[in-house]
């Protein structure tokens, strides 16, 4: 039985863990054209590095689970934040093109593994509490993301160099990796059955899938506009810091919207309306800043900015879908490294368009039309069901196909 004190560590360690989530990711957005300058930086490179989010999900999401079952879930975290603050340390001094890349990964490896574990230590330490701990930590992760959006430009200019924006980042997660220092002493595998369930039985379902694909495409969105909204802003009359103000503002909403939305989305019985008026803010917004993306930045800005805490629900949603802390860090596992690798395609994809066209009209109408899928599986995964449940719907059924050929 964990006592009331460490559960407050904890809780502190989820709320400072989620405050470093967000700015190794979108912290390079309101400085991109600085950070390309200095390093001679091409198109496609550009496009890699804000795709490199993605990626790190993709890629090391899926490894998260399983380094937990061997190592324990309170180490992989600590070290993780490791691999945060010496990545984000060491791309602000490189002056290496191919090492800032690495180092980004480096970074975003770190994060990427912390954030699909993230739903898992909730479900293992807070059971009767998955609402309220995941509205807590998700408001902690947007003012992170808020944080490194809005400051990012003022303290390069402060240092005199963008390095100085991106590296202050790194003494942040040195500090928050502090509290996970004692919780690696008492560490607990999240692997303690006779019968788990793995990253590949998650395959096996609809309703995995689905959350994966809904997962994908909401990422879409969230890193293609984390990623080039600051250049949309600066391409239509706005200095970098207005810019990097305005996407931090479109972040912020997420601040209040966090604390509100992932508890009523748990305790709620109609969780596809709350989700369905959130998601539709998206294509509010695109279509404004298609017609006036000056004028009314402001106002588009919050529209986009509500849509984003479609993220926020989808992380109750990977705890409400499952019955145990094992199906959980199964089903955030499949559903972030799948949809992450979908989700690649979302800003490498607006970028592409961008230096295609010289333009933002092709990208805000590409992004208009991943709403229609995105509403459609946001719909499907609001509906109660259980991964476990479906997995034994499942060998039920192949049992009885078994038994029936066997008959035959």
């Not at 989620?18 to 600085?34: I, K, M, T």
């Not at 709350?274 to 404004?288: E, F, T």
């Not at 879908?321 to 596992?333: F, I, K, M, V, Y």
Request: aromatic share 8%; net charge positive; glycine share 10%.
């Amino acid at each position: 039985m964990t006592d009331r004190r460490t559960l407050l560590v904890i809780l502190t360690g989820l709320v400072l863990l989620s405050l470093n989530l967000r700015p190794a990711a979108v912290s390079v957005g309101p400085v991109l054209a600085e950070v390309r300058a200095a390093l001679g930086m091409s198109p496609l490179a550009a496009g890699l590095l804000t795709s490199l989010p993605v990626l790190a999900f993709a890629v090391f999401g899926a490894l998260a689970p399983a380094a937990a079952a061997r190592v324990g879930v309170h180490r992989v975290t600590f070290f993780a934040l490791v691999a945060v603050v010496l990545g984000l340390a060491g791309r602000a001094v490189t002056g290496s093109e191919a090492l800032f890349l690495a180092l980004s990964m480096l970074a975003l490896g770190g994060m990427a593994m912390a954030n699909v574990l993230l739903p898992s230590l909730v479900k293992l330490h807070f059971p009767d509490a998955i609402g309220r701990v995941t509205s807590i930590y998700t408001t902690a992760l947007s003012v992170g993301l808020t944080g490194s959006l809005l400051f990012t430009v003022p303290v390069a200019h402060l240092g005199g160099s963008w390095r100085w924006g991106l590296g202050v980042w790194a003494v942040l997660a040195l500090l928050s990796a502090l509290p996970w220092i004692g919780l690696v002493a008492h560490d607990r595998h999240l692997e303690q059955g006779p019968r788990t369930i793995r990253f590949t039985d998650v395959a096996r379902t609809r309703l995995g899938w689905a959350m994966a694909l809904f997962f994908g495409i909401q990422s879409m969105h969230a890193y293609a506009v984390f990623g080039w909204f600051a250049q949309l802003w600066r391409d239509n009359g706005y200095t970098a810091g207005q810019a990097g103000a305005l996407v931090a503002l479109l972040a912020g909403v997420s601040i209040p919207l966090s604390l509100w939305a992932p508890s009523a989305v748990a305790r709620g019985s109609d969780q596809a309306r709350i989700l369905l008026v959130v998601m539709l803010c998206y294509p509010v917004g695109y279509v404004g800043l298609l017609v006036a993306p000056h004028d009314l930045a402001v106002v588009w800005a919050l529209f986009v900015g509500v849509g984003a805490v479609t993220f926020p629900i989808v992380l109750v949603l990977i705890g409400l879908r499952a019955r145990t802390p094992q199906g959980t860090a199964a089903l955030s596992s499949f559903t972030q490294s799948a949809g992450y690798l979908l989700a690649v395609l979302g800003p490498f994809g607006v970028g592409t368009l961008y230096d295609a066209t010289g333009g933002w009209t092709a990208p805000l109408l590409l992004l208009n039309a991943l709403m229609v899928p995105q509403i459609i599986l946001g719909l499907y995964v609001a509906r109660p069901a259980f991964i476990e449940d479906q997995l034994a719907e499942r060998r039920q059924r192949i049992r009885r196909e078994s038994s029936s050929e066997a008959l035959d």
